[in-house]
T-cell receptor, first 115, second 111 residues
Framework: NAGVTQTPKFQVLKTGQSMTLQCAQD?????MYWYRQDPGMGLRLIYY???????DKGEVPNGYNVSRLNKREFSLRLESAAPSQTSVYFC??????????????FGPGTRLTVT | GQSLEQPSEVTAVEGAIVQINCTYQ??????LSWYQQHDGGAPTFLSY????GLEETGRFSSFLSRSDSYGYLLLQELQMKDSASYFC????????????FGSGTRLQVQP
């Protein structure tokens, strides 16, 4: 099992450019998430998908769109990148652990710089 | 809404014991989780407490007091490889199984 995979690992964009971050999981999880992490801070939820075919906004959705392509894949799109979107982006999926722990499995992250 | 507070930094020596505290405010409580993140890496799950008391997993233990909205992570027999950031997190009941994370505690283990 590869777990959660993300591409690309690194990306540099100019202001106004667009790009899509790809995420896939092979653990048959229903729920998937996109978080961003700024230096010295915790993770903030951008969007989530509780099941295939559904997506919902998280805490910081402005400037982003998502697609839950199928059960395995959940992509994040920046339509017009801004320097404020410089961050590390993590994709995650959730198991339903014993006692409802809902352990989240994270991908390796995409380090995005917008100049 | 959800909010969590934890110290920004803790320093300890190899072999020692360190405690990382977390206080939380949440509209609906579904347990407190802890994650570890090494520099440049992804967060990894450490522990979960749904009920009051202490949960032990090897050198790591986690404690919860629901009445005090408080928990802590206890790391024993510290090793250099324990140098990392540690995040407490609670489930956001308005957003499925999504988590709200604290801002993290950076643990530096010194020789």
């Amino acid at each position: 099992n590869a777990g959660v995979t993300q591409t690309p690992k690194f990306q540099v964009l100019k202001t106004g450019q667009s790009m899509t971050l790809q995420c896939a999981q092979d653990m048959n999880h229903n729920s998937m998430y996109w978080y961003r992490q700024d230096p010295g801070m915790g993770l903030r939820l951008i969007y989530y998908s509780a099941s295939e075919g559904t997506t919902d906004k998280g805490e910081v959705p402005n400037g982003y769109n998502v697609s839950r392509l199928n059960k395995r894949e959940f992509s994040l799109r920046l339509e017009s990148a801004a320097p404020s979107q410089t961050s590390v982006y993590f994709c995650a999926s959730t198991s339903e652990g014993q006692g409802g722990s809902y352990e989240q499995y994270f991908g390796p992250g995409t380090r995005l710089t917008v100049t | 809404g959800q909010s969590l507070e934890q110290p920004s930094e803790v320093t300890a020596v190899e072999g020692a014991i360190v405690q990382i505290n977390c206080t939380y405010q949440t509209s609906g409580f579904y347990g407190l989780s802890w994650y570890q993140q090494h520099d440049g890496g992804a967060p990894t799950f450490l522990s979960y407490n749904a009920l009051d008391g202490l949960e032990e997993t090897g050198r790591f233990s986690s404690f919860l007091s629901r009445s005090d909205s408080y928990g802590y992570l206890l790391l024993q027999e510290l090793q250099m490889k324990d140098s990392a950031s540690y995040f407490c997190a609670v489930r956001d009941p308005s957003r499925g199984r999504a988590l709200t994370f604290g801002s993290g505690t950076r643990l530096q283990v010194q020789p």
